[in-house]
């Protein structure tokens, strides 16, 4: 009998094992098409900076990393907010993480449990995961053909009498709808109030023409109730080192970083140094134009191809994703037992379902399509194959 409580994985690592079934190699290995697969290309864009190839490691860096991270590391990601959003962020409200997940599941552990988050019912795939294995309430706003995957501002803040955090990623993944502008001044606005909170997870902040933050809207982050997330995995390339950060009041701060000091002990010294490369003042300028602008290039292409072969977007202009819907009732499960064997898969838009209704999902028929790592040249070869696919 095991200690351990059983658990599923992602659904999208269900995928990824049932694709080795089937093709009897890992997806991204030679030979696949990582349709599926949500990670950026690691190599220089197109105008973009060259990646790091290494950093220096001295003996000091070998010693415990600081639980709420490497003070220059914090100064850099302040320092980033300031000059591109105009954000009056400190070092201290700032807390780095391995990465971007852990940044939300460390803030929704330490959420009160007499808080409801609220959440649209098309969303990244990992949050309905979190939200059971924590044991978070939580309400589903609808997200669907009838309202362009794009629920109302006011539908996420219309909670009822009792406190309420929404939580939304933004672009979102992975429809690629984009709130900017008016939208986000009010939600960032709410987050004022004593019985609102906003989370928003810009981990794909760069991949819009032009990047988004919902830090532009804020003029006292200690008086709000906002957390923004944002991560070195996808516009700054480089996923493996596995660095993110939360943005937040010091008094949220204080409450992160008093729990890495037992719960996760700080991020890696060396993945840390990386990331403040990555965040050099010449370099991220270079990045924040050579991201949106290679990744617009291929969100159009994709699109075009795939209207052609009468698939039906619902894609926003963020991201690195199309949401596309089958056409004659095949569904997405279907199209990844015909993918499999070319050596290709795709995230069935169940997978995205907050619901999780299965094959009773309004997502049955929809799935989303990945050219985040995909090379350009690539790009005739993967329609051939979606075409060869959807004709069966």
């Given at each position: 009998m095991s200690f351990l409580r059983p658990i599923r994985p992602m659904g999208i690592y269900e995928t990824l094992y049932a694709f080795f079934?089937?093709?009897?190699?890992?997806?991204?290995?030679?030979?696949?098409h990582p349709w599926s697969q949500g990670f950026p290309r690691t190599v220089q864009l197109p105008g973009g900076p060259a990646m790091p190839s290494s950093v220096r490691v001295s003996s000091d860096d070998l010693r415990y990393p600081k639980?709420?991270?490497?003070?220059?590391?914090?100064?850099?990601?302040?320092?980033?907010?300031?000059?591109?959003?105009d954000a009056d962020i400190a070092p201290e409200n700032v807390m780095v993480f391995a990465g971007g997940r852990p940044a939300?599941?460390?803030t929704l552990l330490f959420l009160d449990p007499e808080v409801t988050v609220r959440i649209a019912s098309t969303e990244y795939t990992p949050y309905y995961d979190i939200l059971e294995r924590l044991g978070r309430r939580y309400d589903l706003i609808e997200s669907g053909i009838d309202n362009g995957f794009r629920p109302s501002t006011e539908a996420y803040l219309d909670g009822g009498q009792g406190r309420s955090m929404v939580v939304l990623s933004n672009p979102c993944n992975p429809t690629g709808v984009?709130?900017?502008?008016?939208?986000?001044?009010?939600?960032?606005?709410?987050s004022t109030s004593e019985r609102c909170a906003v989370l928003?997870?810009?981990?794909?902040?760069?991949?819009?023409?032009?990047?988004?933050?919902?830090?532009?809207?804020?003029?006292?982050?200690?008086?709000?109730?906002?957390?923004?997330?944002g991560a070195a995995t996808k516009g700054l390339q480089a996923p493996g080192i596995r660095v993110g950060w939360i943005i937040a009041s010091r008094e949220h701060v204080e409450i992160l970083s008093n729990f890495s000091s037992f719960g996760m002990g700080g991020v890696s010294h060396p993945s840390q140094l990386y990331a403040l490369e990555l965040l050099g003042e010449e370099r991220i300028e270079l990045t924040r134009k050579a991201v949106p602008a290679f990744y617009k290039q291929q969100r159009d292409r994709y699109a075009e191809a795939f209207r052609?072969?009468?698939?039906?977007?619902?894609?926003?202009?963020?991201?690195?994703?199309h949401w596309c819907r089958l056409p004659?009732?095949?569904?997405?499960?279907?199209?990844?037992?015909?993918?499999?064997?070319?050596?290709a898969?795709?995230?069935k838009g169940t997978d995205c379902d907050m619901a999780r209704r299965g094959h009773e999902s309004p997502l049955n028929e929809f799935f989303r399509f990945s050219f985040g790592p995909l090379d350009p040249a690539s790009f005739d070869a993967d329609v051939a194959l979606m075409r060869s696919a959807l004709q069966g």
């Open positions: 079934d089937t093709f009897g190699t890992y997806m991204g290995e030679a030979g696949t639980a709420w991270g490497m003070p220059a590391l914090r100064q850099s990601i302040a320092d980033y907010y300031r000059r591109w959003y939300i599941v460390s984009t709130r900017d502008g008016s939208e986000l001044a009010r939600l960032v606005e709410a928003v997870d810009e981990a794909y902040e760069l991949f819009h023409d032009e990047p988004v933050s919902a830090l532009r809207y804020v003029d006292d982050i200690d008086q709000s109730n906002l957390f923004v997330v052609t072969l009468g698939l039906e977007l619902h894609s926003g202009d963020g991201g690195f994703y004659d009732g095949l569904s997405a499960e279907a199209l990844n037992q015909r993918l499999f064997p070319k050596g898969a795709i995230l």
